[in-house]
Every structure is written in structure tokens, then in C-alpha cells.
């Protein structure tokens, strides 16, 4: 069956696309020039399409087609060499792209050719069922073309054992698995045995063949006369055939034993299938394509193919499954530490609050602090101005008592120089006692007195008693201007020490909060760190 190349080339061009290379990869033309195939080819076997066999490919062509041609002749000779030497699947010359016209005009069949070229590579490569997987992801119609393709490409390589006469026709389900179904080691040994035996067949019938037309030949020529000499020749090849053709009757025999054996093996393997496709009822559908295939051996390696990729399937279900119950186990694992982080993160948004609130209260502290330090100082201002004035006050008040010592020495100085005048006027009264019209109390005695007083002494006396009663009455204000100044310092100082003793209260608080301030601060640190990095702890 051979596939239209411009399709092919549009379906392996959607395959290229899988892989990520840097050089673009969407039209013949981004391909012309051999450095995406390139690319592709390192990703495919890195260690024969290494870095130096890249530093090979030109980088930037441009629109110079020679150089094109040049990195696609370095390319094709590199993948019949993998092909040969590694593995070990000859390119058959009608498989040969045309690179001339590929460099020159982007032609579409022949880059189909080549990329059928890397694809093979791809299925046959160490990473085979990485691509064989990556090919299963495309869209139904590309993965149909590229079986296509690897089917072609196949039976091109292996014509005896992909014969239509020996296999008959597959739909396209069983060609999928026919070619996608490397992975079933013992499946791929017992097709590659019946092979085996089936070429030896085919060959051992042909050699039977040419030995029954050699023995009829040499029966027509024994039949004729001939010299005893010939005769007797004819006589000992004869026999030599004969002994020849029993021994190849022999291997027959053996080699249709061996296949009945092969055959009862087959049966064997066929019932191990069916068992798996009745355990395996998802499958249905395609156990059910597989029982319509007409030859036998055909429906034992469909069958032996799909138990195989279900196995795998099922081991890949197995793990799959697996990593499921370990993904939930994680995540009930977060759940419960994401919980208990939600719960610790609502208790330190508890305790921030709270932290606000002491906060809030330590900065009305702080004002209540501010302002009583601001009364303390307009206290202390006034202390020292009632001090001062109090100071004033106390130099006045000796002032006036100098004063009054003065005039009390004055006073008595005063008293004396009285004592004596009433001595003087004593005598009067002696003489009135003599004489009684020289009465004290009559009004010409006391003119007589107050003749008899000097002018100035008068004059001092009424002077002194003025003083002495304006020196009482300041005397008196002054004290109660002192008791009042008194009383105002005791109450300044009583205040002054109430404010003192409020302050040391303020300013312990004050640094009871602050302790308390800095532990939220640190707990707050803590968490924090906590929430960046919960993997080690701070």
C-alpha cells in the first residue's frame, strides 16, 4: 500500500512539530534546508547525532540551495549509516530521497521521504516508546498516515515476513498495535521464530522442488542407453540425490514437526489471550477486531500484541494509581497543615489585634505621659516662680524685721525719753498735792506739759507712732501675704509629688508595654518567617 507523499509530508511535518527545536518547523521550506531534521535527529539518539556531528550542519543557509543540498547530503549519509550500523535495517534504494530536489525546490515528495526516513529511526531508536507515545497524541487522521507510513516503510525492509500473501489484509487497529507493540518481548520472539521457520519452509520447498526436477531429470537421462560407464555415474548420483533427498525429507519432517509444535504453542498462547481479554472486559471492542482476523497466526500475535500494551496499560494504570493515593495522601497532608496554618494565622491576627489595642492604649500612654511631663513642667516653672517670689518675699520680710528691731529699739529709746516726762510731770503732782490748783488734769497743767516737751521731741513722737502704726499694718499684710505664698508652695508641692509619683506609675506601665510591645513584635517575626520558608525552621 503505498501513501500519497504530499500527505505524509503535511502529517510528519505535524510530527516534527512535537518535538522542540529551535529552527521553525511548519512548511517544506522551513525543512529545506536540513537544520530542524537535524535537530530532530539529536533528540532522537543524542549519542550518534552528537554536537560535533551538528557543528557539521550550517547554520544559517540562507537562500544559497547548494549548501542546502549539502546539510541534507550529511544528513541522509548519517541516517543509512544509523540505519545500517546501528539498527541494522538496510535502506532500500527506492527509500533514497532526491536531496537536489528538496534544497532546491522544497519538493514535498521527497522531503516525505526523508522524514519517512527519521521516522523509522524514531520507531527502531533505544527511545522507541517515548515516540511511539508521542505519535499516539496527534489527532486520529495524522496518526493513520504515519502508520501508514511506518507500514510502508516496513514492508519494504522485511518483504518475506509483511507479504499480503503470508499475513493477508490488517485494519488499521491491528497495524497500530502490529507496530506500536515492541514492548511485548515475547510476542516479538515468537513472531520472529515462526518467521524463521516459515522462510526455511519456503526456502526448503524451493530447494525440493529444484532436487525433484534435478531427480526427474536425471530419471529421463537414466531411462536412456547409454555407455556402461555413464550408466554406472548416472547410477552412483542417483543415489547420492536419493540419499540427499531422504535427508531433506528428514529435515522436513522435522521442520513440519517443529512448526506442529510451534502451532500447539500458538494454540497455548492463543487460550492465555483469551483468558486476558475476558479479565480485560474494557477491551472489548478491540479483542472483538481481533478475533475477526481470518489466519491464525495473524489472531495470535494481534492477541499476544494487545495483552502485552494491556499489561503495560494496566502497570501503567497501576502506578498511575499509585501516584494518585500518594497525590492524596499529600494533599490531605496540606489540608491539615494548611488548616493548622489558617489556625495559627487566625490566632496571630488575634493576637495583632490585641497588639493594636495595646498599642492604641500604649500611644494613649504616651500622650498621657507627654501631657503630664507638660504639666510637670508648667508646675515646675511655677515652683520656681512662687520660690522665687517666696525668696523676695523672705528678703522683705527681714528687711521689715530689721525695721522693726530699729524702731522697737527706737521705741524703747521712745519709752525712756516718755519715762522721763512723766517723771517731769510727776513733780507737778506733788506740787498739786501742796497746792491743789496746780492740778495735772487742769487745762493749764497740761499746757504747762506740753510747754515743757521740746518741739522736735513732740514732733519725733507723733511721727514714730505713725510709723509704728503703718509698720503694724504692713507687718500684718506681709504675714498674710506669707501664709497665702506659704499655702500655694505646699499646694505646688504636694501636686509637684503627685505628679511625680503619677509620672514613675506612667513611666513603669510605659515599659511594661513596651516588653509587652517587643514579645508580639518578636512572636510576629517568628511567624512571619514561619510563612515565608515552612520548610526549615528560623
Known amino acids: 500500500m503505498s501513501v500519497d507523499k504530499a500527505e505524509l509530508c503535511g502529517s510528519l511535518l505535524t510530527w516534527l512539530r512535537t518535538f522542540h527545536v529551535p529552527s521553525p518547523c511548519t512548511s517544506p521550506q522551513d525543512l529545506s534546508s536540513g537544520l530542524a531534521i537535524a535537530y530532530v535527529l539529536n533528540q532522537i539518539d543524542p549519542s550518534w547525532f552528537n554536537e560535533a556531528w551538528l557543528q557539521g550542519i550550517s547554520d544559517d543557509p540562507g537562500p544559497n540551495w547548494r549548501l542546502k543540498v549539502s546539510n541534507l547530503k550529511t544528513i541522509l549519509q548519517s541516517l543509512v549509516e544509523y540505519s545500517q550500523d546501528v539498527l541494522g535495517h538496510p535502506v ?29 529511526c524514531a520507531i527502531s531508536c533505544e527511545k522507541k516508546q517515548e515516540h511511539i507515545q508521542r505519535i499516539m497524541t496527534l489527532e486520529e487522521s495524522v496518526q493513520h498516515v504515519v502508520m501508514e507510513a511506518i507500514q510502508e516503510l516496513m514492508t519494504k525492509d522485511t518483504p518475506d515476513s509483511l507479504s499480503p500473501e503470508t499475513y493477508g489484509n490488517f485494519d488499521n487497529q491491528s497495524r497500530r498495535y502490529y507496530f506500536l507493540s515492541e514492548e511485548a518481548d515475547e510476542g516479538d520472539e515468537l513472531r520472529q521464530r515462526c518467521l524463521d521457520l516459515e522462510r526455511q519452509l519456503v526456502l526448503l520447498a524451493e530447494e525440493k522442488q529444484s532436487l525433484a526436477q534435478e531427480n526427474a531429470a536425471l530419471r529421463e537421462r537414466a531411462g536412456r542407453p547409454e555407455g556402461e560407464g555413464t550408466a554406472g555415474l548416472t547410477a552412483k548420483k542417483l543415489l547420492l540425490l536419493q540419499s540427499q533427498l531422504e535427508q531433506l525429507q528428514e529435515e522436513n519432517f522435522r521442520l513440519e514437526n517443529g512448526r506442529e509444535d510451534e502451532r500447539l504453542h500458538c494454540a497455548e498462547l492463543e487460550r492465555e489471550v483469551s483468558e486476558l481479554q475476558q479479565r480485560n472486559q474494557a477491551l472489548t471492542s478491540l479483542a472483538q477486531e481481533a478475533q475477526a482476523l481470518k489466519d491464525e ?5 494481534q492477541s499476544s500484541e494487545r495483552a502485552g500494551q494491556l499489561e503495560a496499560t494496566l502497570s501503567s494504570c497501576r502506578r498511575r494509581l499509585g501516584e494518585l493515593r ?32 495595646l498599642r492604641a492604649q500604649l500611644e494613649a500612654q504616651r500622650r498621657q505621659v507627654q501631657e503630664l511631663q507638660g504639666q510637670r ?28 528691731e530699729r524702731l522697737l529699739a527706737e521705741r524703747d529709746s521712745l519709752r525712756e525719753a516718755n519715762e522721763e516726762l512723766r517723771c517731769a510731770q510727776l513733780q507737778p503732782r506733788g506740787l498739786t498735792q501742796a ?47 506669707q501664709e497665702e505664698l506659704q ?5 505646688a508641692n504636694r501636686a509637684r509629688h503627685g505628679l511625680e509619683t503619677q509620672l514613675r506609675l506612667n513611666q513603669q506601665q510605659l515599659l511594661e508595654l513596651q516588653a509587652q510591645v517587643e514579645d508580639l513584635q518578636k512572636a ?15
Open 487 to 491: 499655702r500655694h508652695l505646699e499646694d
Open 326 to 357: 500518594e497525590l492524596r495522601r499529600q494533599v490531605r497532608q496540606l489540608e491539615e497543615r494548611n488548616a493548622g496554618h489558617a489556625e495559627r494565622t487566625r490566632q496571630l491576627e488575634d493576637e495583632l489585634r490585641r497588639a493594636g489595642s
Open 92 to 120: 532500500l534504494e527506492q527509500h533514497l530521497p532526491d536531496v537536489n530536489l528538496i534544497g532546491e525546490f522544497s519538493d514535498p515528495e521527497e522531503l516525505g521521504k526523508l522524514l519517512q526516513l527519521v521516522l523509522g
Open 435 to 481: 497746792d491743789p490748783s496746780l492740778d495735772p488734769t487742769s487745762p493749764a497743767v497740761e499746757n504747762l506739759a506740753a510747754e515743757i516737751l521740746p518741739a522736735e521731741l513732740r514732733e519725733t513722737l507723733l511721727r514714730l507712732q505713725l510709723e509704728n502704726k503703718q509698720l503694724c499694718q504692713q507687718e500684718a499684710a506681709y504675714r498674710e501675704r
Open 377 to 404: 513642667q508648667e508646675e515646675a516653672i511655677k515652683a520656681e516662680k512662687w520660690l522665687f517670689e517666696c525668696r523676695n518675699l523672705e528678703e522683705k520680710y527681714e528687711l521689715v524685721t530689721k525695721e522693726k
Open 524 to 538: 510576629l517575626q517568628e511567624q512571619g518567617c514561619r510563612f515565608s520558608s515552612p520548610s526549615p525552621p528560623c
Open 297 to 301: 497466526m495473524d489472531e495470535l500475535r
